[in-house]
Nanobody, 117 residues
């Protein structure tokens, strides 16, 4: 499975962005897709996840301004980020995880979000 993340860019503080991640295959078993981010000089951290049934979970400190959603018909997940702050500057990665006999874990290439005036 290949994941293609898009939607990043340069945005001013207070602005919004909607990131997308397209999977090139449909996964017919239970799975979780997620967004992670890695800021300069920091470790990659989980932002939010969503199951194929639409169950959402947010990591601490990402409630409120971040909204994860999913369109199973289009094999796509989204991350809406509102009221962007300079501290949100990072490469945002999408992830797909599912288990079918063994665990499969896939990563997209990342999309860069830069928040700056």
């Amino acid at each position: 499975v290949q994941l293609q993340a898009s939607g990043g860019g340069l945005v001013q503080p207070g602005g919004s962005l909607r990131l997308s991640c397209l999977a090139d295959k449909t996964i017919y078993v239970s799975n979780i897709m997620a967004w992670y981010r890695q800021a300069p000089g920091k470790q990659r951290e989980l932002v939010a996840s969503i199951t194929n049934n639409g169950g959402r979970a947010y990591a601490d400190s990402f409630e409120g301004r971040f909204t994860i959603s999913r369109d199973n018909a289009k094999n796509t997940i989204f991350l809406q980020i509102d009221n962007l702050e300079p501290e949100d500057t990072a490469v945002y990665y999408c992830n797909l995880n599912y288990k079918l006999v063994r665990t499969y874990d896939y990563w997209g290439q990342g999309t860069l979000v830069t928040v700056s005036s």
